[in-house]
Every structure is written in C-alpha cells, then in structure tokens.
C-alpha cells in the first residue's frame, strides 16, 4: 500500500544512507590505521564509499531499488571487509550491521527490512564458512550465534515498529480526507489524487428549495419586504 504522506520519506532516507556510507567507511579506516594497528589492505572498507557513488550517479534510473542497494552495501562490504582486512581489527561492524537495520525503518517499509536482514545473515554467514579464521578471530562461534539470536529479535522489533507506523499513518491520511458538514451530516471521503481541490457540494434535502418571490405591486404590506428570497413554506 502506497501512502501519501510517505512519498518523500524515501528520498530523504536515501540521501541519509547517502551521507552515511560515505563518512562511516572513511572514520573507521581512519581509526585502525592510527589506533588498531591496521594496514593497507584493510582499505577495502572505503569499497563501501565507492559503491555508495555509484548509486547516487543512477538512483534516479534504479528508481525503487535505490533504496535496497543503499541498504545492502554496509553488509555486504562489511562482511568482505572482515574477511581480507586485518583480523581482529574492525571490532565494530557488528555494531554497525544493527545501526543499518535501525536506519531501515524509516523508510516503513517492510520489504527494505527483509532486504537488509537477509543480506546481513547471509552474506556473513557465506563469510563465516569461507573465512572462518577472520571471524573467529574477532569472537568465537558460540559469541556469533548468540549475536545473530539479538539480530533476529532486531528483526522483529523493527518490523513491529514498521507495521504499527504504516497503520497509523493510514488511518491519519483517512481522517485527513474527511470533511463533515454540520448541515447535512454528510461525511464523504476525498481521495489523495483531489486532495487540496475544491470539495463536492454537498446534496440538499428537497425539503430546503428556494425561490425568486416577485415583488408584489398592487399591495403592500408591512410584514413583507417588496423583494427578497423567501422559503416556500413561509408564505
């Protein structure tokens, strides 16, 4: 279901993961070059900044995938990332695979949160088996088990978080298309594509008809003006 009230939502949550991939990536080879006892190839993180380049040159042409490759670059980056860089050194990317999840939301859309979950689980899993030393050596099997049981519960909770927003805004978006007349007690719904038009008139009871009296010219009465508009059942 498309909302109205969420169409520039995406733009902005693009621009954000925009901004995000391209400064995280760079403060943390900063960091382990300086304080971790990094090296050169541990550089492969600011794949991340290059592909977050490239999205931005074609997202209008990618369109509504824009948002899915944004989502999926942190994870899939990172797992390569953990697997030739430095073992042990980037400490932090499971960190930051929860803080991309939580950057999911507000784009409330479940689909973007299914993308990124099964990106992260399945690509670090794939890296799990094929560079098994690098992973362990930054926490033993038992620890990475125990971390994708708190990420599947993240799943969860921001799913909740999701489907109770979508709600919410789809029931103001409906209040928002009503229009009550005291008159009448007519409540029609406008749709989204009149929104901000003029709305229909209302229907008028037939008991309510008025009409154009002639003034009268041979009696003239007090009680009644010569001209005006009365109600048929005033007379």
């Known amino acids: ?26 403060v943390a ?15 492969v993180a600011l794949a991340m900044v290059a592909a977050s ?43 930051a695979y929860f803080l991309v999840l939580f950057l999911a939301v507000p784009y409330y859309d479940l689909s973007v949160i299914k993308v ?4 992260t689980i399945g690509v670090n899993t794939i890296g799990l088996i094929i560079f098994r030393q690098a992973y362990l050596s930054m926490y033993t099997l038992p620890i990475w088990i125990f971390i994708i049981m708190v990420y599947v519960l993240a799943i969860a909770a921001a799913a909740f978080i999701v489907f109770r927003a979508r709600s919410l805004f789809a029931a103001v978006e409906m209040k928002e ?10 409540t029609p719904t406008i749709p989204p594509s009149t929104r901000g038009r003029t709305p229909p008139a209302p229907p008028i009871s037939p008991g309510w008809r008025w009409s154009r009296r002639a003034p009268n ?8 003006a010569p001209t005006g508009w009365a109600c048929r059942y005033c007379r």
């Open 1 to 26: 279901m498309e909302l109205e009230i969420l169409k520039n939502e995406e733009k902005r949550m693009n621009m954000i993961l925009f901004v995000f991939l391209d400064v995280i990536p760079i």
């Open 29 to 43: 080879v900063v960091y382990v070059l300086l304080f971790n006892g990094g090296s050169g190839r541990d550089a």
């Open 53 to 95: 380049l490239l999205i931005k040159v074609f997202e209008k042409k990618l369109g509504a995938y824009a948002k899915y490759m944004y989502i999926s670059v942190l994870p899939l980056f990172g797992a390569l990332t953990l697997g030739v860089g430095t073992p042990g050194v980037f400490g932090a990317m499971v960190e």
């Open 116 to 119: 990124c979950a099964a990106v």
């Open 177 to 186: 298309g009503e229009v009550w007349s005291p008159l009448t007690g007519w």
């Open 217 to 224: 010219l041979r009696r003239k009465s007090a009680s009644r």
